[in-house]
């Protein structure tokens, strides 16, 4: 069974940009996961889609903002890039609802912005 | 609401060593604990999970944790570190709606 995938891998963007980041998740999962993750705030929970249906959304800016289609796949948007969007992006697909069951991560998307 | 300690963000250990790591959590309801590791520019690898059956959990690669409801603990534990030990290790609890994770702990292994 294929794991997470998440592109792109690496992503060079300017302040001011937007960008969309991609995550399809292990065939038959249900919930996707978004994380942040940064060598100052370490691991950041973004939010949790569920059936194509935002479930649980943690402490961002409302430039951040994600979706799920109805094959499970999930995109997270970031509008007008500040530097300090800077980060490792973790998408993590489960089963079911992301708290009854473990999480499994994709390699991540490393964006940068200049 | 839920949340996880990680005493010490850094450890250091001999090969050979023990290799324990701390995690204590606070839960209002039945913690489902984990332990993720995260190798460098990788995603995070479920090591092993507790989810209420025996209190004694055995992972991957040689890893174990024991969930102590009176001290609220699940420390992490290795009987002899490997060079490829070397990452940075999550612990998380979940109460069945949302996970939490711990700041981590970067293991390093000293030949």
């Known amino acids: 069974k294929a794991g997470v995938t998440q592109t792109p891998r690496y992503l060079i963007k300017t302040r001011g940009q937007q960008v969309t980041l991609s995550c399809s998740p292990i065939s038959g999962h249900r919930s996707v996961s978004w994380y942040q993750q940064t060598p100052g705030q370490g691991l950041q929970f973004l939010f949790e889609y569920f059936s194509e249906t935002q479930r649980n959304k943690g402490n961002f800016p409302g430039r951040f903002s994600g979706r799920q289609f109805s094959n499970s796949r999930s995109e997270m948007n970031v509008s007008t890039l500040e530097l300090g969007d800077s980060a490792l992006y973790l998408c993590?697909?489960?089963?079911?609802?992301?708290?009854?069951?473990?999480?499994?991560f994709g390699p991540g998307t490393r964006l940068t912005v200049l | 609401a839920q949340s996880v300690t990680q005493l010490g963000s850094h450890v250091s250990v001999s090969e050979g060593a023990l290799v324990l790591l701390r995690c204590n959590y606070s839960?209002?309801?039945?913690?489902?604990l984990f332990w993720y590791v995260q190798y460098p520019n990788q995603g995070l690898q479920l090591l092993l999970k507790?989810?209420?059956?025996?209190?004694l959990v055995k992972g991957i690669n040689g890893f174990e944790a024991e969930f102590k409801k009176s001290e609220t603990s699940f420390h992490l534990t290795k009987p002899s570190a490997h060079m490829s030990d070397a990452a940075e290790y999550f612990c998380a609890v979940s109460d069945r709606q949302n996970f939490v994770f711990g700041p981590g702990t970067r293991l390093s292994v000293l030949p």
């Open positions: 507790y989810t209420s059956a025996a209190t």
């Open positions: 993590a697909s489960s089963l079911d609802r992301q708290g009854l069951n473990e999480q499994f």
């Open positions: 839960s209002s309801v039945p913690p489902y």
